[in-house]
């Protein structure tokens, strides 16, 4: 059964995602590189980033990141219940990812304005989504579920989805992603090392961060 919500959310999923070629995949550890980490990614040129509910830091770090930089879009990734979606959307998040879907967090997500990647691995996976409304997909693991030639492989006879490959995406590969015409965007980790993060290096980041908005889809 089709979601409406998933249909009504598309278009603005799909806007969301087109702002950077590149879409950060944050792991906070400290929340007080949240603000400092969203402008230097802003500078560099990337308006959109999914923060990962990997760690305590994550919720408070969204938070600070939608209160003080307004201008950068901020989604939530590694959502796996029902509840973390509510409470997500409830915080602010514009989006919502997960690395895969279950009855509950599509419930969830039916039921909730904030729009939802969901992530698909297998072409099977990838026609469940379809059949309920979601044309946007996460494809993960990217690089151990098959990469370019999987994704080539479920183009040619599902048309209608288009894919954010998220796992193993690096700055050599992430150009013939952004090739397909299945691939909306990529998702990464490469924009924010960790050390970087730890040592305060914020230009680094920056730098990192124009590279990969310069980056052709």
Not at 39 to 68: K, N, Q, W, Y
Not at 74 to 86: E, F, I, M, S
Not at 188 to 217: E, F, N, Q, V
């Amino acid at each position: 059964m089709t979601s409406t919500t998933a249909l009504d959310n598309t278009n603005a999923l799909a806007d969301l995602l087109a702002i950077s070629p590149v879409v950060p995949v944050l792991t906070i550890e400290d929340v007080s590189h949240a603000i400092p980490l969203a402008r230097a990614l802003l500078e560099g040129g990337i308006g959109v980033v999914e923060v990962t509910l990997r760690t305590e830091a994550a919720m408070a770090a969204m938070a600070a990141m939608i209160a003080e930089v307004p201008d950068m879009v901020v989604g939530a990734g590694t959502v796996l219940t029902a509840a973390q979606y509510r409470a997500v959307a409830d915080l602010g998040a514009r989006f919502v990812v997960s690395p895969g879907s279950s009855p509950s967090v599509l419930e969830a997500a039916a039921a909730s304005r904030t729009p939802f990647l969901p992530g698909a691995a297998t072409p099977t996976e990838v026609l469940h989504l379809l059949e309920a409304g979601y044309r946007l997909q996460k494809f993960f693991p990217a690089e151990p579920a098959g990469g370019i030639p999987m994704l080539k492989s479920i183009g040619a006879p599902i048309t209608d989805v288009r894919f954010c490959p998220t796992g193993g995406i690096t700055p050599a590969n992430a150009p013939a992603y952004l090739a397909l015409a299945n691939v909306i965007c990529v998702g990464g980790s490469w924009l924010t090392p960790s050390d970087a993060m730890r040592r305060g290096d914020w230009p680094h980041i920056t730098k990192l961060a124009a590279d990969a908005s310069a980056l052709k889809r």
